[in-house]
């Protein structure tokens, strides 16, 4: 199902968010850091006939997890909550600054396989706002409609040899990304 980018839907997602019981705050393990990633709602790239979410590519040379697809984010400074770790990453990946105001909701804390414990962050970005991708950290940004992880198969969860904890992956976009690169 499209879902246009307009009002009514950033309405809806932030009622979807509000409604969302996050599981209750506790102190990660010791061994785990807090980081948080952006979903960030953009009209999709067709115009604001759909609403897509922001994916990235990242820079190959980077000391951690150099050429992974990943939402943007990464680490909590000290103080840092995950609702301002995610804006300043936003800001320093995409060159997306927004406010507190632009923030729709929070989903549940995911521990990761690598050691952190990540906030999702969702955040509605204005049809005016633009992508200035940072080189240094994001070798490509993809608008990914928005319908396609609200099919009941986009997501499943997969073992891998390099860990006992099973991680998540993104159905349509693996498959239709490795036949592009193959060619």
Request: glycine content about 8%.
């Given at each position: ?157 997969v073992a891998i040899p390099e860990s006992d904890r ?18």
């Amino acid at each position: 199902m499209d879902r246009p980018f307009d009002d009514a839907t950033r309405r809806d997602i932030a009622a979807r968010c509000a409604d969302f019981e996050r599981l209750p705050a506790g102190e990660p393990a010791p061994s785990l850091k807090r980081a948080a990633v952006v979903i960030a709602l953009v009209a999709a790239a067709a115009g604001p006939d759909a609403t897509a979410w922001l994916l990235t590519l990242r820079a190959r040379g980077l000391r951690a997890h150099g050429g992974q697809w990943a939402l943007p984010g990464g680490r909590c400074d000290e103080v840092e909550t995950p609702v301002a770790a995610a804006l300043r990453e936003l800001h320093e990946e995409l060159g997306l600054e927004l406010g507190a105001g632009d923030v729709l909701g929070m989903l549940d804390d995911y521990p990761t396989r690598s050691g952190y414990l990540i906030t999702p962050v969702v955040v509605w970005a204005a049809a005016s706002a633009g992508i200035s991708p940072n080189p240094d950290e994001v070798a490509s940004v993809h608008r990914m409609a928005l319908a396609d992880i609200e099919r009941p198969d986009a997501f499943d969860f997969v073992a891998i040899p390099e860990s006992d904890r099973r991680v998540i992956r993104f159905r349509h976009w693996a498959s239709s990304f490795t036949r592009r690169r193959r060619r």
